[in-house]
């Protein structure tokens, strides 16, 4: 049976449920944050696996330049005695991870090395031959 038999009474339960009402949602909030902390882990797995798995379409260019060297350097040379499947895996995974860790700063520095790179492999135009009084073309 209940105890109120007054107003007072009812206004004195009140405020008791109110503040047991308080302390739940301390607890609550406590027991989220709790959770929340502990599924950090699983996160971080979750997003690397993302990373692996999608590419970044930002900076199409660079992302070239990764996929070329990626295929260059994994494919040729360490994977060169591999089996088909992993020559196909291994550098899908490592292009996809890749596009995601370089920042645009960086895929900006890495398309400067490589035009660079390239420009050395060009051979260099030769000049125009001088006529016969001294004078270029």
Do not use: C
């Not at 339960?13 to 944050?33: G, P």
């Not at 900076?59 to 020559?87: C, H, P, Q």
């Not at 995974?93 to 895929?107: A, D, F, M, P």
């Amino acid at each position: 049976m209940s105890m109120i038999k007054t107003y007072e009474n009812l206004l004195q339960e009140e405020q008791r449920l109110l503040s047991e009402l308080k302390i739940k949602e301390v607890q609550i909030r406590n027991d989220l944050a709790g959770v929340k902390e502990g599924l950090k882990p699983i996160g971080n797995v979750m997003r690397t696996i993302g990373k692996f798995t999608t590419r970044d379409r930002t900076g199409a260019f660079a992302n070239f330049g990764l996929d070329f060297g990626v295929d260059l350097v994994v494919r040729k040379f360490i994977l060169a005695k591999a089996g088909w499947f992993t020559k196909i895996l291994i550098p899908y995974l490592l292009k996809n991870y890749s596009s995601h860790i370089i920042s645009e700063k960086q895929k900006a520095n890495l398309m400067e090395k490589i035009n660079n790179f390239f420009n050395k492999l060009r051979p260099k135009a030769e000049p125009a031959p001088a006529d016969m009084n001294g004078h270029g073309a």
